[in-house]
């Protein structure tokens, strides 16, 4: 597809979706595509951390300013600015996260008035415009200033716009630990704060906290933790990446330096820089390490923020590892249609969420501008094609819930617009289609936009930044200027001959690395993706390493290490490297073992757009071969009684309401009255799939080979919608299936027939007695048939969840064991006690790292 005709369709896409924020979002903070309605903090149910990027002050709004006029929407960008202006307030009674307000709300109004100050300049708009928005971003820059109160210049997560740092009363000042990213990322625009205004105290405190990340770096490893305590500076998790939690403080390190002419900055990148290609870097992947232990891998797996690196890599003139990473990207995209959240090192889901990210469009974009080549026009297009047929709905563009199921999550953050329709604008536009020259400024981690002319504004910072050591400053650590990319690409065909073997590694899922080893230590040790509990070998492997198992009264098999146990220090720490992974496994077993199943809404205006995650049943057909039909209301609704309005309902797909009676009963009950499937919505109001766990329905405690539908579950939340269409549409047509299907996909789909091909066989089993071949935290081995998980049956309606140990069980029995008094150790004892020191320290990182949202 030629370039133009992408950049159309592009238009052709973003128009309806920036009127439909206008239309049915505004003045909330963002659009809830599915219902077509605001998201107002406060109404809607709390979706955690997340909600603490709304503050109540039109954040879309607010983070799509520069992107109206990049798209030459220059009557649009006025009319958003006088309406920022006489609506938007700042002072609200509100606890709102510092890093996010920063990027999206301060980087708005700042790149807002930099394209109104350009516009002005050109004679033509925003003659009326008299530097409004610069007053609102020093207001703005004003409240999050006494974030930085602390002992260390580093800020707290979190402050309140109208109250500031208050204490519990506001949720405010009482916590101790932020990420890494959350403190590094401010020097961009609290800098050009101050260059705008001449108020350098926005840039002192910003620099003074870079300053104090830069001290407190692993100076063997010269990398960064993931976590910090903001009051003494101990790292509190040590795992270290490019992706979430440390991501942008590498991007400001160098955009600093661009955009300020500093060279300290650009001096510490080149030092990180080197350690990351040292030690992350294991092209084409980028692995999590210790900062302590830059050899020992921290993860088996990659998440999506950092696709953003080969972009920074660009910048830095790093082509090739760029080329190859984003290569792996790419084919990683191709066999999921969108970056998961995280992925494993062998290409499979981890987190199966994709909330509609840009990094990949915007390392696609630096690449193609790097390159010329037309591969990454083809990327691109992948990306809005992959957008259009599964992300957008009639009021937006939705995330993915479920990259492999392609269900939705009523949620379009902010930065969709602001960054991923201009990352994709200007990669397929000319430079006729560009009102400016977007040479002459520098784009923000939330893409926007700075003017590079900021450098040549008096620096009049009162706090001296602290110098590096002579030996930091040798010229072996700095790279004064990029390469030229013509010498580096005089045949074309260079680019491709650097991707033909990432694209065949990805193809074939590439083994994950094995685990540094010193020389002369025997054998590799046991990983927890081999271990059978039913092999003696294993047995006494993990008898050696200090592992021991306990068999629990409810059947499952919980692992125990006692590193004190271990035959010697090495055996110790081969054994706490089996229980992390083992922990690892168990936590991706959780979430990987219920597969959920796709409610697709077919019928006019949706016409497959709209997808619901939905649960699973233990009997039924299997949805291997879809079903598809018009939906009724059962009668009764609960369904635990014959059905009265058998007329409606044969043939159809029949609602009902959870509760009164056991799941296979209602569906015994519909498939009575002719129905070809069943939805059962929850009767608990408010409950969503965003934020709670799903689950099969199981059976009643007798055979369920009579029934022969479909049955799946909704909560409350995502049967509304179904409830709703139903109401105002009247005929709503869905598809029950294992994966939404493309809407070209549905024109051939035909509905199935009550009798399923095969009976479905349950991804888990019920609960049984204590069996060693399957303890509950062990995935199945490839030699293993059959699934390893355990299931406890609920009480209410038969719904199974998953039962599985965690990391706090297994710390809490060791902690408890750890404190009885030992004998005599030998030589390795005080080795081994640090080891275990390190290990419960990883362990509670590991624990945070769970919680963190991408």
């Given at each position: 597809m030629p370039p133009a005709l992408c950049l159309?369709?592009?238009?052709?896409?973003?128009?309806p979706r920036l009127s439909s924020f206008q239309d049915h979002a505004y003045p909330a903070d963002e659009l809830m595509p599915l219902t077509c309605r605001g998201r107002v903090r406060g109404l809607e149910p709390s979706r955690g951390d997340v909600d603490d990027a709304l503050g109540k002050f039109s954040l879309t709004l607010i983070d799509t300013l520069?992107?109206?006029?990049?798209?030459n929407k220059t009557t649009e960008f006025e009319a958003a600015v006088r309406r920022v202006l006489s609506d938007v307030r700042?002072?609200?009674?509100?606890?709102?996260?510092?890093?996010?307000?920063?990027?999206?709300?301060?980087?708005?109004?700042?790149?807002?008035?930099?394209?109104a100050v350009m516009l002005k300049e050109g004679g033509r708009h925003m003659q009326w415009y008299q530097d409004e928005l610069l007053h609102m971003a020093k207001d703005l820059g004003l409240r999050l200033l006494p974030a930085f109160n602390t002992s260390s210049g580093l800020p707290y997560p979190r402050i309140n716009l109208k109250h500031g740092v208050r204490g519990p009363e506001t949720r405010t000042g009482t916590e101790t630990d932020t990420c890494t990213a959350c403190a590094g990322t401010m020097i961009l625009e609290f800098a050009a704060l101050s260059r705008f205004t001449g108020d350098p105290v926005f840039e002192d405190h910003a620099r003074r906290a870079l300053d104090f990340l830069w001290e407190k770096r692993q100076r063997n490893s010269n990398l960064v933790g993931t976590t910090i305590n903001i009051h003494s500076g101990e790292w509190v998790r040590r795992d270290s990446g490019?992706?979430?939690?440390?991501?942008?403080?590498?991007?400001?390190?160098?955009?600093?330096?661009?955009?300020?002419?500093?060279?300290?900055?650009?001096?510490?990148?080149?030092?990180?820089?080197?350690?990351?290609?040292?030690?992350?870097?294991?092209?084409?992947?980028?692995?999590?390490?210790?900062?302590?232990?830059?050899?020992?891998?921290?993860?088996?797996?990659?998440?999506?923020?950092?696709?953003?690196?080969?972009?920074?890599?660009?910048?830095?003139?790093?082509?090739?590892?760029?080329?190859?990473?984003?290569?792996?990207?790419?084919?990683v995209t191709k066999k999921h249609n969108f970056l998961p959240e995280a992925f494993t090192t062998d290409f499979r889901v981890h987190w199966a969420q994709h909330p509609l990210r840009p990094e990949f469009a915007e390392s696609t974009y630096f690449l193609y501008k790097a390159t010329g080549d037309p591969y990454y026009l083809e990327a691109g297009r992948t990306i809005l094609d992959n957008l259009n047929r599964f992300a957008r709905v009639p009021c937006g563009f939705a995330a993915m819930k479920d990259v492999r199921?392609?269900?939705?999550?009523?949620?379009?953050?902010?930065?969709?617009?602001?960054?991923?329709?201009?990352?994709?604008?200007?990669?397929?536009?000319?430079?006729?289609?560009?009102?400016?020259?977007?040479?002459?400024y520098i784009f923000t981690t939330e893409a926007h936009l700075l003017p590079l002319s900021l450098s040549m504004a008096p620096n009049s910072s009162s706090i001296p930044s602290n110098r590096t050591s002579d030996e930091e400053l040798d010229d072996s650590n700095f790279d004064w200027t990029c390469p030229?990319?013509?010498?580096?690409?005089?045949?074309?065909?260079?680019?491709?001959?650097?991707?033909?073997?990432?694209?065949?590694?990805?193809?074939?899922?590439?083994?994950?690395?094995?685990?540094?080893?010193?020389?002369?230590?025997?054998?590799?040790?046991?990983?927890?993706?081999?271990?059978?509990?039913?092999?003696?070998?294993?047995?006494?492997?993990?008898?050696?390493?200090?592992?021991?198992?306990?068999?629990?009264?409810?059947?499952?098999?919980?692992?125990?290490?006692?590193?004190?146990?271990?035959?010697?220090?090495?055996?110790?720490?081969?054994?706490?490297?089996?229980?992390?992974?083992?922990?690892?496994?168990?936590?991706?077993?959780?979430?990987?073992?219920?597969?959920?199943?796709?409610?697709?809404?077919?019928?006019?205006?949706?016409?497959?757009?709209?997808?619901?995650?939905?649960?699973?049943?233990?009997?039924?057909?299997?949805?291997?071969?879809?079903?598809r039909g018009f939906v009724t209301v059962a009668e009764?609704?609960?369904?635990?009684?014959?059905?009265?309005?058998?007329?409606?309902?044969?043939?159809?797909?029949?609602?009902?309401?959870?509760?009164?009676?056991?799941?296979?009963?209602?569906?015994?009950?519909?498939?009575?009255?002719?129905?070809?499937?069943?939805?059962?919505?929850?009767?608990?109001?408010?409950?969503?799939?965003?934020?709670?766990?799903?689950?099969?329905?199981a059976g009643d405690g007798r055979s369920t080979d009579d029934v022969t539908l479909p049955l799946l579950f909704l909560f409350h939340k995502e049967g509304n919608i179904l409830l709703e269409a139903l109401k105002e549409y009247r005929e709503v047509e869905v598809l029950l299936s294992d994966k939404a299907r493309d809407r070209e996909e549905e024109e051939d789909c035909q509905t199935e027939a009550t009798t399923p091909?095969?009976?479905?066989?349950?991804?888990?089993?019920?609960?049984?007695?204590?069996?060693?071949?399957?303890?509950?935290?062990?995935?199945?081995?490839?030699?293993?048939?059959?699934?390893?998980?355990?299931?406890?049956?609920?009480?209410?309606?038969?719904?199974?969840?998953?039962?599985?140990?965690?990391?706090?069980?297994?710390?809490?029995?060791?902690?408890?064991?750890t404190d009885e008094p030992q004998g005599d150790t030998d030589s390795s004892s005080q080795s081994v006690d640090e080891l275990l020191a390190d290990w419960r320290e990883d362990l509670e990182a590991f624990k945070q790292m769970e919680k963190d949202e991408l």
């Open positions: 159309l369709m592009l238009l052709g896409a973003l128009s520069d992107t109206l006029v990049l798209l700042l002072d609200n009674d509100i606890v709102v996260s510092v890093f996010e307000t920063n990027i999206r709300v301060l980087g708005g109004l700042l790149g807002g008035h930099s394209m490019v992706g979430a939690g440390i991501d942008s403080y590498y991007e400001y390190l160098l955009k600093a330096y661009i955009l300020l002419g500093d060279d300290l900055f650009l001096q510490r990148f080149n030092i990180h820089y080197a350690s990351i290609m040292k030690y992350i870097s294991q092209p084409p992947l980028l692995l999590d390490v210790h900062i302590h232990k830059p050899l020992l891998p921290a993860r088996t797996w990659m998440d999506s923020l950092l696709a953003f690196f080969p972009g920074l890599q660009v910048l830095k003139g790093d082509i090739r590892p760029a080329i190859e990473t984003h290569e792996m990207l790419y084919q199921t392609g269900s939705h999550e009523d949620r379009m953050d902010s930065f969709f617009l602001a960054e991923m329709f201009k990352y994709l604008f200007l990669l397929f536009a000319e430079a006729e289609d560009i009102p400016f020259d977007v040479e002459d030229n990319t013509r010498l580096l690409f005089p045949d074309p065909a260079f680019p491709r001959s650097l991707r033909e073997p990432i694209r065949s590694a990805v193809d074939k899922s590439c083994p994950r690395p094995a685990p540094y080893r010193e020389p002369g230590m025997g054998r590799p040790p046991l990983r927890a993706q081999d271990f059978m509990a039913n092999n003696a070998e294993h047995l006494e492997l993990l008898r050696r390493m200090g592992v021991s198992l306990i068999h629990l009264k409810d059947g499952r098999v919980q692992l125990v290490q006692h590193a004190t146990q271990a035959v010697s220090a090495v055996a110790a720490e081969d054994g706490v490297r089996f229980m992390q992974e083992m922990m690892e496994l168990s936590s991706q077993q959780q979430k990987e073992q219920l597969p959920p199943r796709a409610i697709q809404i077919v019928s006019h205006p949706f016409f497959g757009r709209v997808v619901l995650t939905a649960g699973p049943a233990q009997f039924g057909t299997d949805l291997s071969k879809s079903v009764p609704y609960s369904g635990c009684a014959e059905i009265t309005n058998g007329e409606y309902v044969r043939g159809h797909i029949a609602l009902l309401q959870r509760g009164q009676c056991m799941f296979a009963e209602k569906a015994r009950n519909i498939q009575k009255a002719g129905a070809i499937g069943g939805i059962v919505i929850d009767d608990n109001e408010g409950s969503s799939s965003d934020t709670a766990p799903l689950f099969q329905m091909t095969t009976s479905f066989e349950p991804v888990s089993q019920t609960q049984t007695s204590a069996d060693e071949s399957a303890p509950a935290i062990v995935p199945p081995s490839q030699e293993e048939a059959g699934p390893a998980e355990k299931l406890r049956t609920e009480e209410e309606d038969g719904a199974a969840g998953p039962q599985a140990e965690t990391a706090q069980d297994v710390e809490e029995r060791d902690s408890e064991k």
